[in-house]
């Protein structure tokens, strides 16, 4: 091999390894619809919640996830892009997508869930605009409102005790049988079901089995019995 050979193979590997480890454009396998039930995203925040919850199970936010590894957060976005979202669909978000935390601020949860995760749904998520579109789709559209999912199986919020496959079953009913991912906390001895997630495709298409990332106990799994909704 001559110098020019010698060369070449040394610009390739270079620029492979700078390819490698170059901060890649967001990068994702799925996406991942989290749902909060109120009351008890209320009671397990660090701050009360300033207006009385409802019953209901409404938007966390829709988040772009990777099977293994890291999920993508804050993607960069054409500068050119819309950055305000469109007051037709502030009606339907502030009903499906309140601050539960502070009602008098719906804005800034929208707007730090779309910097944080719908900025990295590209090309599924197409801008601002349709990030919050997609959400009321899924939810109102497709009835993927969990209330509504846990309801047509008879489970409703009067705080009893659920085995969680009750759960599962109930919502794999609406799911074309695809495994939920669900979020528990306690306190005071009394285990909570916090937030349900349903995971569809990269395209938002189909349901698929949301990942077990975090196999075994975590903070913040759900015990298989005398789960309190
Ligand atoms: C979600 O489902 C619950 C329970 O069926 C219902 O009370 C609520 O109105 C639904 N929300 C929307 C926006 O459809
Ligand atoms: C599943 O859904 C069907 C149709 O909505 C309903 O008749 C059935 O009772 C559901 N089963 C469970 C276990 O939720």
């Not at 009671?43 to 293994?68: A, I, M, Q, R, Y």
């Not at 979202?85 to 719906?106: C, G, M, Y």
């Not at 997630?197 to 089995?209: A, E, Q, R, T, V």
């Amino acid at each position: 091999m001559g110098i020019t050979g010698m060369i070449y193979m040394v610009t390739m590997v270079f620029s492979l390894i700078v390819l490698i480890l170059s901060p890649s454009a967001a990068k994702y396998d799925y996406l991942q619809f989290t749902q909060q039930y109120q009351p008890a995203a209320c009671k397990f925040h660090h701050t009360p919640c300033k207006d009385p919850p409802d019953k209901l199970f409404t938007v966390h936010g829709l988040w772009p996830s990777n099977f293994n590894g890291p999920d993508p957060e804050n993607c960069k976005v054409k500068p050119t892009a819309s950055q305000t979202i469109d007051t037709s669909l502030k009606p339907q978000l502030e009903i499906i997508w309140p601050n539960v935390f502070n009602r008098a601020d719906h804005e800034s949860f929208w707007q730090k869930q779309w910097d944080k995760h719908g900025t990295c749904g590209s090309p599924t998520i197409i801008d601002k605009n349709h990030y919050f579109e997609t959400v009321i789709r899924m939810y109102i559209t497709e009835k993927q409102n969990v209330s509504y999912i846990l309801s047509k199986a008879n489970i409703n919020p009067d705080g009893k005790g659920r085995t969680r496959k009750d759960i599962q079953i109930a919502i794999r009913n609406s799911t074309n049988d695809k495994e939920p991912k669900l979020k528990c906390q306690t306190k005071n001895g009394i285990t909570e079901l916090v937030e349900v997630s349903l995971c569809s495709n990269y395209f938002g298409k189909n349901f698929i089995n949301c990942p077990n990332k975090t196999p075994g106990k975590t903070r913040y799994s759900c015990p298989t019995n005398d789960i309190h909704y």
